[in-house]
């Protein structure tokens, strides 16, 4: 497993912009999927983007799609989600998970590291 730590999160208004990272401990980064997962006060922690290991594929739910983009530097042990275009819907505790894989996962059961959290709060 690795030690991943999340930050960038913050209040922002809708239409705003902020960009997650993920930064992991560890060497190997390069041979590890990254998830974003978000959870809101009361549902279900939901998938929300997934890149593999190389960063040549990646996934998004239907919600974000054309909003979020997920990357990394390998380089840096450091996964990111830019967020763009800021939705009151999209408040919620963004986390990043990772599991050794080249294939992406938008499953949480197929992840087992995650951070600890950071929150995202979007306001009118």
């Known amino acids: 497993q690795v030690r991943l730590v999340e930050s960038g999160g913050g209040l922002v208004q809708a239409g705003g912009s902020l960009r997650l990272s993920c930064a992991a401990s560890?060497?190997?980064?390069?041979?590890?999927?990254v998830g974003w997962f978000r959870q809101a006060p009361g549902k279900e922690r939901d998938f929300v983007a997934t890149?593999?290991?190389?960063?040549?594929?990646?996934s998004y739910a239907d919600s974000v799609k054309g909003r979020f983009t997920i990357s990394r530097d390998n380089a840096k042990n450091t996964a990111y989600l830019q967020m763009n275009n800021l939705k009151l819907e999209d408040t919620a505790v963004y986390y990043c998970?990772?599991?050794?894989?080249?294939?992406?996962?938008?499953?949480?059961?197929?992840?087992?590291?995650w951070g600890q959290g950071t929150q995202v709060a979007v306001s009118s």
């Open positions: 560890g060497r190997s980064f390069s041979t590890y999927r």
């Open positions: 890149i593999s290991s190389s960063g040549r594929m990646t």
């Open positions: 998970a990772a599991r050794v894989s080249p294939l992406i996962s938008s499953r949480k059961e197929e992840y087992d590291s």
